[in-house]
């Protein structure tokens, strides 16, 4: 099993979401982040007042999947997510030890 997580830009959830139910992802988390990258944030102009934005509102989704499922998720992710711009955001790849479903007891693939 494999926790794939996806930093995002916040207005390509609802793709990434119909993306990954579409390859039969049942479950995500997804968390309000903000971080910055190679753009180093950005300046905007308030009320004619300029200031730098240093971190930038993303989206952090995680999925746990079984070990043949890695490449459809970061291949749903990747199309889906991508704008071409500065700022896509990036895809982690971590090895998952244990799942355990509270409600029935299920360990592993079968809890996912």
Not at 32 to 59: N, W
Request: aromatic residues 6%; charged residues 30%.
């Amino acid at each position: 099993m494999k926790l794939i997580i996806a930093i995002i830009k916040p207005f390509k959830l609802d793709e990434v979401r119909v993306a990954l139910s579409d390859i039969g992802i049942q479950g995500l988390t997804v968390t309000e982040v903000k971080g910055f990258g190679r753009q180093k944030g950005h300046t905007e102009l308030y009320r004619g007042a300029e200031y730098a934005v240093d971190f930038l509102p993303k989206l952090r989704v995680e999925a746990a999947v079984s070990d043949d499922m890695v490449d459809q998720v970061i291949e749903a992710i990747e199309q889906s997510a991508k704008t071409g711009k500065i700022g896509d955001g990036k895809i982690f790849v971590a090895p998952l030890e244990t799942a355990v479903r509270i409600r029935t007891g299920e360990t592993n693939d079968a809890a996912l």
